[in-house]
């Protein structure tokens, strides 16, 4: 119930209140308290202008603040309450709170749930009691959040100055990296819409500041900085809510869970790892992930103040060849495309330029390109600037990057080149909003904003991106994120309910708790149209001659046992067998190994053709702890743990989204016919792949099911020929509805 009514006092309506308090209390500020010091300075660099009052039982002053021994003395109630009380304290801080009417809370202290079981306890009482108390809170453990556009700073660690207001919402799950964010930021001139540190999320979680900036006119893009996702259906909600806003998330998501393998006996569990699905889940959710703060500023930056191109032909214009040769080749490993400019652009460029430089893309104006052009323009643009005007014009470019204006350390002292630098800002920020398509200044190194540069970036809301291959890659992050747009709400059906039973498969009754015989999980996969390789369970020599004789010699055969799930181990599997005395004397050699080992049942003997040539894949699915079933497809069948090439998914996916797991192999040139090798056919394989997953499905989920494996290894591909020959399936007992 507690948990329930929580989710009430989160609500983006909650929320949007809770970011933009009026009137600030700091409950255990003064004099001496640091913490109180930090947040007054904070509060004065953003300009709030609210009632800002110290509640202290005992302190006479606070910084100047006016002071009151409680908050049930406070003359109006606060919007919020910054609780710097220490532990034994915030609960009655809170009946306070809801003694006083005060609806919202930041809590600071420490020495709940990160210490251990019993502070665990303590912070599910600091919930229960958040929730009787009508409160919405943020932490504990938590220094606080900014709201740059409100000039709103309950945050205890020091501000930066100036705070710039813009696009960029942020939430971290680490405090003190909030004030590198901000440091960064302010040097590269990237304004913030919001900036929260998240503490134990013990009431307000990433998922729930996550939807709230969705929602905010403020906020054009959302920076996460993640230790975990805990509560995957929630984010993933939410995930969905911004893709279908067109607001991009772009998360810096570290560590990893101690999660054990949820299939040890299966090959897929060494390559679907805790991380490695993480990262399959963002892709789906086309959450951009990225592995520094550094891109994760930048890439937010690019999304938030840049005009969306339609495609991935670039233009390029810069003032030096060897900034053309980084673009150049930092473009090529982001797929981006840069065209030859149209013969009318080419020409009409020429005549801007020196003799000796060349008018194609990507142009190097050269140093001429800092003077006035060579055509007698007159006024303060230069070449460069000229060249972009023809350049947006061009037909075959989707947008231009722009590395033609050099802000400096300081304003030249020269009157007349600090006029013709600022007249060049202000007509590029107007042909920006102008241009028939999106023009995206950088600068050629990560270098900081001087004062001076910032100040003419914020005159007019731009942003200069720091650094070309740093640029290139935010580039490369929003380009994908425009073309993964809509794809998002197929993950949301993961959870809804498990599938039936394939026809001809056993009942939910007859499932064991471990491996199933081999037999029993072919017949699972063709009931879900899944074709495996042809063969027959054999009793005795003579039936094992009688079935190599229906499907064709050369034939395998393997111990069939559920207890014996590697057979190779065990000698139980012999290969290659051309003639009826080798079949017989491979059944005998087979059964023997499989009556060898303790404690198995050995229920015959499988014989199955040999299948020579065409590739071979791995498919097969894991339950993940925290996400549920994964589809892990991969090239190498036994070799796929050496080889580790393989794309996960979150399922449940569809035979589209398997063609792209495929498009995403090293080594997908195998399956196309590389080297003289009979193409696949790609189509078909993905429906096998699809269907495969959703027998996987039909086994139930991680909270309710039986399922803990499902491995089809190796899927043998040659052609439009798409056969499972090894097929393991591993389930425990199933919960009762």
């Known amino acids: 119930m507690t948990e329930g009514a929580a989710r009430e006092l989160v609500t983006p309506q909650r929320l949007r209140a809770f970011f933009a308090p009026r009137s600030i209390a700091l409950v255990g500020a003064s004099d001496n308290s640091g913490w109180a010091r930090f947040i007054v300075a904070s509060c004065a660099t953003a300009g709030f202008s609210g009632p800002l009052t110290a509640v202290h039982p005992r302190a006479a002053s606070a910084f100047g603040l006016p002071v009151v021994p409680s908050l049930r003395e406070l003359p109006e109630p606060a919007d919020l309450a910054f609780i710097l009380a220490p532990l ?28 251990g079981e019993a502070g665990r306890a303590l912070e599910e009482a600091l919930l229960e009691r958040a929730v009787a108390n009508n409160v919405t809170m943020l932490g504990p453990n938590c220094l606080g959040f900014i709201n740059a556009h409100r000039r709103s700073a309950p945050y205890a660690l020091a501000l930066p100055p100036p705070l710039i207001a813009g696009p960029v919402g942020v939430a971290l799950q680490s405090g003190a990296l909030a004030s590198v964010v901000l440091a960064f930021a302010k040097a590269h001139a990237i304004g913030l819409s919001l900036l929260t540190s998240m503490g134990n999320e013990t009431m307000m979680k990433t998922a729930d500041v996550l939807d709230y900036l969705v929602e ?92 969306w191109p339609r495609g991935r032909r670039m233009g390029v214009l810069t003032l030096s060849g060897g900034s053309c040769d980084i673009i150049a080749d930092a473009a090529s490993a982001q797929g981006v495309a840069i065209p030859d400019f149209s013969a009318q652009t080419q020409a009409a460029i020429a005549a801007l330029l020196p003799p000796f430089a060349s008018p194609h893309n990507p142009l190097d104006v050269t140093g001429f390109g800092t003077l006035a052009n060579l055509s007698g323009t007159k006024g303060p643009l230069q070449a460069v600037d000229h060249a972009l005007d023809l350049a947006v ?157 229906r499907v064709g010699l050369p034939v395998a055969l393997k111990v069939c046992s559920a207890q014996i799930t590697h057979k190779s181990d065990v000698g139980g599997v012999v290969l290659g067998l051309g003639s009826e005395a080798e079949v017989r004397a491979g059944y005998e050699k087979v059964r023997a190994a ?144």
């Open 594 to 737: 499989g009556m060898a080992v303790p404690a198995a049942s050995v229920d015959g003997v499988l014989v199955t053709p040999m299948r020579t040539g065409g590739a071979e894949l791995l498919a097969g699915v894991t339950v993940d702890a925290a996400f549920g079933p994964v589809l892990a497809v991969g090239l190498g069948g036994i070799w796929v743990e050496v080889l580790n090439d393989t794309s996960l998914r979150l399922l449940p996916v569809d035979a589209a989204e398997v063609r792209r797991m495929l498009g995403e192999l090293r080594g997908l040139p195998l399956l196309q016919g590389a080297r003289g090798a009979r193409p696949a056919d790609l189509d078909a394989v993905a429906e096998v792949i699809a269907a495969l997953g959703e027998a996987a499905l039909s086994l139930g989920r991680a909270q309710n099911g039986a399922l803990r494996a499902l491995e089809v290894n190796p899927l043998w591909v040659n052609g439009d020929q798409v056969e499972a020959l090894d097929v393991l399936v591993i389930t425990e007992a199933r919960d009762q509805p």
């Open 393 to 549: 014009q061009d037909p075959n470019l989707d947008f231009v990057l722009f590395s033609g204006v050099v802000l400096p350390e300081a304003r030249p002292p020269d009157t007349q080149a600090a006029r013709t630098l600022e007249t060049r800002v202000d007509w590029l920020a107007e042909r920006m909003g102008s241009a028939p398509i999106p023009i995206i200044p950088v600068a050629s190194t990560c270098v900081n904003v001087s004062d001076y540069g910032r100040g003419l970036l914020m005159r007019h809301g731009l942003n200069i991106l720091g650094g070309l291959n740093l640029g290139l890659g935010a580039l490369g992050h929003m380009l994908r994120w425009l073309e993964n747009r809509g794809r998002v709400q197929a993950l949301l059906a993961n959870t809804g309910p498990a599938r039936s039973a394939p026809r001809g498969a056993a009942s939910p009754a007859a499932w064991p708790a471990g491996p199933w015989s081999e037999v029993e999980a072919r017949r699972l996969l063709a009931g879900a149209g899944v074709p495996v390789v042809p063969g027959g369970l054999a009793g005795s020599a003579d039936e094992a001659v009688e079935i190599a004789r």
């Open 88 to 115: 034994q304290a915030v609960e009655g801080v809170l009946d306070d709170m809801g003694a006083a009417g005060i609806p919202n809370a930041v809590v600071l202290a420490s020495g709940y749930r990160e210490v």
């Open 216 to 307: 905010d006119e403020a906020t054009r893009v959302i920076c996460l900085f993640l230790e975990e996702i805990g509560d995957p259906a929630r984010f993933a909600r939410a995930a969905e809510k911004a893709d279908r806003a067109g607001k991009p998330i772009v998360a810096l998501k570290v560590g990893s869970s101690p999660a054990g393998q949820q299939a040890a006996l299966a090959h897929t569990g060494s390559v679907a790892g805790d991380d490695a699905v993480v990262d399959a889940v963002l892709r789906q959710l086309n959450v951009i992930r990225v592995t520094s703060l550094e891109e994760l500023l930048t890439t937010g930056a690019v999304l938030g103040y840049s005009r």
